[in-house]
């Protein structure tokens, strides 16, 4: 097990601008999981996943999959991308402790958060998703389950579409154990319902994709930027929070995700916006300058994808 101190040594070196790249190998080849959880914080676990797209080769473990142990029970950040992972994912946390797991928490509502809730509900656990995750997953869930199906081949038997059997709109407080937990919804951000998971008593929180460091934060078409800005600018920074567990990436700092998700997302919009004042068009926008971020993990991906929507979001404001 960790130390405290080894875990702070650790938070510093993730500060650093560490790229990942998406051709290391899977660090923990005898299990599902991309890596071995480790802990983060006395109490506070995270395996963490691959910062490249979901494959064969990772398992579809590409985010972090997080567990709190409160001396009372076990609290989980994500189903998983799919039973069997969910599954490993079990299997390591009753290596670290006999406190059974008594809830999932979905921090959104894509694939690799809740495709794995099958297996959590057929061990009566209970799941907890934001409203709009929930229907997010409701409205596209199939096509998500499909997706993992052509990349994860065997690896997705078994796994079918769940929802959370419990939800909530902007907080849900969790007094478990010697622990108190606040699940939050503070805003839009990167997708709906995407949720943050704190913990003031030791000054943690795991994020979720409202907080990017090592990987380019991806863009969707329904992703409103100046909203995600004014969220992460807002009620995030205003937690104070100490440590931070992203949604992809190892556990860092504030200063670190606010570096590159809120500052990559007000220097891509204050490239689009001059690209707009000066009568420039879609096509062009997709060559907006974005080398100061070339550092961050899938960029070959995500930059030009980011910048066209980020262009036809901002083209009417």
Same mark, same amino acid.
């Given at each position: 097990m960790y130390s405290f101190k080894t875990a702070l040594l650790g938070l510093v070196l993730a500060a650093a601008p560490l790229a990942a790249h998406e051709d290391i190998a899977d660090t923990y080849p005898q299990s599902e999981l991309y890596s071995k959880p480790v802990?983060?914080?006395?109490?506070v676990w995270s395996a963490i996943g691959a910062t490249a797209p979901p494959t064969f080769?990772?398992?579809? @473990?590409?985010n972090n999959?997080?567990?709190?142990?409160?001396?009372?029970?076990v609290v989980v950040i994500n189903g998983g991308a799919s039973v069997r992972l969910a599954q490993a994912l079990h299997e390591e946390i009753r290596q670290i402790t006999d406190q059974p797991v008594r809830l999932v928490i979905n921090e959104n509502g894509q694939g690799h958060a809740m495709l794995g809730n099958g297996y959590w509900a057929a061990q009566g656990v209970d799941i907890l998703a934001h409203v709009d995750a929930i229907e997010a997953f409701k409205k596209d869930g199939d096509f998500i389950l499909q997706g993992m199906q052509r990349y994860n081949r065997e690896k997705a038997e078994g796994t079918n579409l769940v929802l959370p059997n419990l939800s909530f709109e902007d907080r849900f407080d969790i007094e478990m154990g010697d622990v108190k937990i606040e699940v939050l919804h503070? %805003?839009?951000? @990167?997708?709906?319902?995407?949720?943050q998971v704190w913990i003031p008593q030791w000054g943690i929180v795991i994020a979720g994709d409202i907080a990017f460091h090592e990987r380019m934060p991806?863009?969707?078409?329904?992703?409103?930027?100046s909203c995600w800005i004014e969220t992460f600018d807002g009620p995030f920074t205003a937690l104070g929070a100490t440590?931070?567990?992203? %949604?992809?990436g190892h556990p860092t700092n504030m200063a670190q995700v606010t570096r590159y998700t809120s500052d990559y997302l007000k220097d891509l919009r204050a490239k689009i916006r001059a690209h707009i004042d000066e009568g420039g068009d879609l096509a062009g926008a997709f060559y907006v300058d974005q080398e100061r971020w070339r550092n961050l993990d899938t960029f070959e991906e995500l930059a030009t994808k980011n910048a066209g929507r980020v262009?036809?979001?901002?083209?009417?404001e």
């Open positions: 802990e983060v914080i006395p109490h080769e990772n398992s579809g @473990h590409n999959l997080s567990f709190i142990v409160t001396g009372d029970g503070l %805003g839009p951000a @990167h997708d709906p319902g995407d949720t991806p863009i969707f078409q329904e992703t409103c930027t440590y931070v567990i992203p %949604g992809h262009f036809e979001e901002m083209e009417w």
